[in-house]
């Protein structure tokens, strides 16, 4: 597994069938990880429902276009067409939610090639590199857990920074 991978990772809702994944991940980047219901509470709470809304939606449409299943998601959604992926077989959320979007960039990592080079570049540029640093911010500053602001400032490092 390489950084994406575990970043991608540490963006899905924790629970027990992805615990073990979950904690090495958190180990390898030296993150602390809450006890496991804290943890759900707190994603809960910041990526899927929260009152009066969302605080920080997983999805580059929401940041880009104000709107969720936008011209991004179409956008990313023929990036991942185009290396022969099909995110509706074992994907059971949006083609721009976080994790998806950290989970291509780890396969391009991984299947490098002159053709996943270029498409790599264009992920990180026209998609995530537009969206993540609002993203974090809101994390950030709208957290209860010491980790998910760690693991923002981590996204931002392993994105932004290279």
Same mark, same amino acid.
């Given at each position: 597994m390489n950084k994406f991978d575990c970043l991608a990772i540490l963006f899905l809702y924790p629970q027990e069938p992805i615990l073990d994944q979950y904690k090495a991940c958190a180990k390898g980047f030296g993150l602390e990880l809450p006890d496991l219901e804290t943890l759900q509470? /707190? *994603?809960t709470r910041l990526f899927i429902n929260a009152y009066p809304k969302v605080i920080a939606p997983p999805y580059e449409s929401f940041w880009i276009e104000k709107e969720i299943y936008g011209e991004a998601t179409i956008k990313i959604k023929k990036l991942y067409a185009a290396c022969g992926l099909d995110t509706s077989k074992n994907w059971h959320d949006l083609p721009d939610h976080i994790a998806a /979007? %950290? @989970?291509?960039? @780890? *396969? %391009?990592d991984e299947n490098d090639s002159t053709e996943h080079f270029d498409i790599k570049q264009r992920v990180l540029e026209e998609h995530l590199k537009r969206w993540l640093n609002k993203f974090s911010e809101v994390v950030k500053n709208n957290t209860t857990l010491e980790y998910f602001k760690n693991l923002s400032i981590l996204l931002e490092e392993n994105i932004y920074e290279g």
């Open positions: 509470v /707190e *994603y /979007e %950290l @989970a291509f960039l @780890a *396969y %391009l």
